[in-house]
């Protein structure tokens, strides 16, 4: 668990007016919008539980776009985030579901679609005090918050791979703080979620994708 | 050095001879490794985003994203300045300015979340008004924040300060007791003292439901942020006076989130309780998304 600073407790700044519905909400774009890579035009986004019944009072609506817009949770331009978003010629939509229930209360699904076709899923849930965790990926379970200095990578699953990322890794003496491995199917595609104390190289990322099984690696700081 | 519980926090204090806030900067820059020059720095823009909003609140015109506020801490401000105010200038001081923070809060204005935005305007209200009131620098001011985040984080650490989890107790409850323990700081209380501060403040609200009225973070969150401002003054006043605490600041945070996790779903932020549950509350919910 991460420790708790006094920024996390005086702290984040941020537009209100909910750290949970506003705050959170934008920070599972920024994540989802930093995962899908390359310029983005079209985004959809389905509500579920308290985020599909209060996104409206709360301006969740307008987080969720400024996230994908990559603001940050302080800055002034979220409440207009729908006329940037426009004129960065993209195409944003929003649906609720208020059908299934089993999932938590604050969650989002992010449709995301690049420049060059490529859909990418992300499903993240607003735990809380403005934090954010990433819980799916193209229908994967996964785990990612955000919080530390995060490697995120896309390989086939096969022998060799994830050995090879932690020879990367100890090259640049990077010390890993949590690694986690999931995948879609045997032998498909997988990922793998590194988050380290200190910040990660982009020598790290040109050496992990040097393995022809690595389908793409990305450094994410929010 | 790390510390996890007030008492670990006191024994601290007393044995290295400093206060609250010290201990709590020692936190930031030895156990998690932060610069002092750079903390302090974060911590004086956290102050003025807190000043900022105040200020807003008063001399602007605010509509928020509901419309179930606005426009209310000028009018308690005005009060003060031309009325009577029945809780004094003080009181009258700390509770305008936390009501207005909220309302800059729910118009999508820049706030700190202290600890959550729904709480957000008990610090502001107690630190904005001490300062006015009794002359203390901005450093003084900064120096005060490190002692809340303290209180703040082991309530964090130690229960809750989610209302969705543990009710409006855990997140203006906390908020109450991070301000009535830097508030008796900036009053030449002791650390034991603020600890008793803050655990006054806690129990003094312990079971507060969070009911939001259509789920939206303005009734009755803005006039509890102004409770939570005067609760922090008035334990601070208490404990001051040399009045102590019968249970132990560790023991109410654990109690508090013992009495959060027995607050039923209806009156944790959902919305289908409380003031929420009213027809008059249900009535605006339904006015408010048509």
Not at chain 1, 193 to 222: F, T
């Amino acid at each position: 668990m991460k420790e708790i600073s006094v920024f996390d407790v005086i702290g984040p700044n941020m537009i209100g007016p909910s750290s949970s519905h506003t705050a959170g909400a934008l920070r599972i774009a920024l994540l989802a919008g930093k995962i899908a890579q390359g310029k983005i035009v079209k985004v959809r986004f389905i509500l579920f539980g308290s985020f599909a019944k209060t996104y409206k009072g709360h301006g969740t609506d307008r987080a969720l776009v400024a996230g994908i817009l990559g603001y940050n949770t302080e800055d002034y331009r979220i409440r207009d985030s729908f006329q940037h978003a426009k004129e960065a010629g993209i195409d944003f939509s929003f649906e609720t579901n208020e059908t299934n229930t089993d999932v938590h209360p604050n969650t989002v699904e992010v449709v995301i679609t690049t420049e060059d076709g490529t859909v990418t899923r992300v499903m993240g849930v607003s735990i809380g005090g403005g934090n954010a965790q990433l819980a799916q990926i193209n229908g994967v379970d996964i785990s990612l918050s955000g919080n530390y200095h995060t490697l995120f990578i896309k390989q086939i699953d096969t022998p060799g791979v994830v050995a090879h990322i932690t020879k990367c890794l100890a090259e640049c003496t990077i010390n890993i703080a949590f690694m986690r491995l999931y995948r879609e199917n045997k032998g498909e595609n997988a990922y793998t979620i590194i988050e380290a104390d200190e910040g990660i190289p982009q020598e790290v990322i040109a050496k992990v994708r040097e393995n022809p099984n690595i389908i793409s690696a990305m450094i994410i700081e929010l | 050095m790390n510390f996890t519980t007030a008492s670990a926090l006191l024994e601290l204090c007393q044995s290295q001879q400093i206060t609250i806030s010290q201990a709590m900067i020692k936190r930031e820059t030895d156990f998690l490794g932060k610069d002092y020059n750079e903390i302090k720095k974060q911590m004086g823009r956290s102050y003025q985003i807190m000043k900022d909003a105040v200020h807003k609140a008063l001399q602007e015109q605010i509509t928020s994203m509901g419309g179930l506020i606005g426009g209310e801490a000028a009018k308690i401000n005005q009060h003060r300045l031309t009325g009577t105010p029945v809780c004094g200038q003080i009181v009258a001081k700390a509770i305008a300015y936390a009501m207005g923070v909220l309302e800059v809060n729910a118009s999508m204005g820049l706030i700190v979340a202290a600890p959550t935005a729904g709480s957000s305007g008990v610090i502001p209200g107690v630190f904005l008004t001490l300062q006015e009131e009794f002359g203390f620098t901005d450093e003084q001011m900064i120096d005060a924040l490190f002692n809340a985040g303290a209180i703040g984080y082991l309530i964090t650490r130690n229960a809750t300060v989610a209302g969705a989890e543990g009710g409006c107790q855990a997140e203006v409850g906390a908020a109450s007791a991070m301000a009535a323990s830097a508030a008796t700081q900036l009053m030449g209380g002791t650390p034991a003292q603020c600890c008793s501060a803050a655990a006054t403040a806690i129990t003094n609200i312990l079971g507060l439901v969070c009911d939001p009225i259509a789920g939206l973070v303005e009734a009755p969150c803005q006039k509890r942020n102004a409770m939570g401002a005067s609760n922090a003054l008035v334990s601070a006043e208490i404990t001051l006076a040399g009045v102590g605490n019968l249970i132990p600041l560790d023991e109410v945070i654990a109690t508090m989130y013992a009495v959060g996790r027995s607050i039923p779903f209806e009156l944790r932020e959902t919305a289908l309780g409380g003031v929420a549950g009213t027809p008059t509350g249900c009535a605006l919910c339904q006015k408010v998304f048509g």
